[in-house]
């Protein structure tokens, strides 16, 4: 992410949950300004100065910050500003368990960086222990997590595991909760995410350095899990 990048003025709609408030309901409320390492938003509800909020969007992206200022917005909305806390802060991580603490290579570069601050991407439904339970699954996840950012059709994961394309697929999704092509695209995600938290890619080298081909495929994908494009995703991430 460059230093220089100013204040931008975003709409984007999310929920946040009070650390503060045990089992809370979430409440939606909206970006407005954002700048690098904090945001402003918006919502009818407002948290207390010194909250901690859980910001979640889409799938599995999640972001902890600290309410550092409330105020009156407008009749019946209240804004408040955010300091996103990053891997100093709080320790929030890219959830490496899909890796198994494998650093994943792409196109023979460097590995790409799996912690980025503030944000925590986690697909919460796999069942992570079939990839050491089950031999094939293991087999699948090596192959997979060392070659992610080729073509790879289910056809040859099927291969890898050594079964009929349909019955692999059917039990992948069975035993690892979420069905191949899922897992496939949450781990090229995460990996996106940690590329573009670093700020040393363009959203286009990043899509192929992750497995896209098609950059418009790359951004469809991308909203799919984090409700933001790439670009509004750019804008929120801190360099770490």
Same mark, same amino acid.
């Given at each position: *992410?460059?230093? %220089?990048?100013?204040?931008?003025? *975003?709409?984007?709609?999310?929920?946040? !949950?009070?650390?503060?408030?045990? +089992?809370?309901?979430? $409440?939606?409320?909206?970006?407005?300004?954002?700048?690098?390492?904090?945001?402003?938003?918006?919502?009818?509800?407002?948290?207390?100065?010194?909250?901690?909020?859980?910001?979640? !969007?889409?799938? @599995?992206?999640? *972001?902890?910050?600290?309410?550092?200022?409330? @105020?009156?917005?407008?009749?019946?909305?209240? +804004?408040?500003?955010?300091?996103?806390?990053? /891997?100093?802060?709080? +320790?929030?991580? $890219?959830?490496?368990?899909?890796?198994?603490?494998?650093?994943?290579?792409?196109?023979?570069?460097?590995?790409?960086?799996?912690?980025?601050?503030? =944000?925590?991407?986690?697909?919460?439904?796999?069942?992570?222990?079939?990839?050491?339970?089950?031999?094939?699954?293991?087999?699948?996840?090596?192959?997979?997590?060392?070659?992610? =950012?080729?073509?790879?059709?289910?056809?040859?994961?099927?291969?890898?595991?050594?079964?009929?394309?349909?019955?692999? /697929?059917?039990?992948?999704?069975?035993? $690892?909760?979420?069905?191949?092509? /899922? =897992?496939?695209?949450?781990?090229?995600?995460?990996?996106?995410? +940690?590329? *573009?938290?670093?700020?040393?890619?363009?959203?286009?080298? $990043? @899509?192929?350095?992750?497995?896209?081909?098609?950059?418009?495929?790359? %951004?469809?994908?991308?909203?799919? =899990? !984090?409700?933001?494009?790439?670009?509004?995703?750019?804008?929120?991430?801190?360099?770490?």
């Amino acid at each position: *992410m460059e230093n %220089r990048r100013k204040n931008e003025r *975003m709409d984007l709609e999310l929920e946040a !949950t009070s650390l503060a408030v045990p +089992g809370g309901e979430s $409440v939606s409320i909206r970006a407005n300004n954002v700048s690098i390492g904090g945001a402003y938003f918006v919502t009818e509800q407002p948290p207390k100065k010194g909250d901690l909020l859980l910001i979640s !969007t889409g799938n @599995a992206l999640e *972001m902890l910050g600290e309410v550092v200022r409330v @105020a009156n917005h407008a009749e019946g909305l209240f +804004g408040f500003a955010i300091h996103f806390l990053g /891997s100093d802060d709080r +320790g929030f991580r $890219v959830d490496d368990s899909a890796q198994n603490g494998k650093e994943l290579n792409g196109n023979g570069s460097e590995a790409a960086p799996s912690l980025f601050c503030g =944000w925590n991407f986690e697909l919460k439904r796999v069942n992570e222990a079939a990839f050491d339970y089950y031999q094939r699954l293991s087999r699948v996840h090596a192959y997979v997590t060392e070659n992610y =950012w080729q073509d790879l059709s289910l056809e040859l994961v099927a291969d890898v595991a050594a079964m009929e394309k349909t019955y692999f /697929s059917t039990f992948f999704h069975e035993k $690892v909760g979420v069905p191949f092509s /899922s =897992w496939l695209q949450y781990l090229r995600i995460s990996k996106a995410l +940690g590329l *573009m938290g670093s700020g040393d890619y363009t959203i286009t080298e $990043v @899509a192929t350095r992750v497995g896209f081909d098609n950059l418009t495929t790359f %951004r469809r994908t991308f909203k799919k =899990w !984090t409700n933001l494009t790439p670009a509004a995703f750019r804008k929120m991430a801190r360099p770490c």
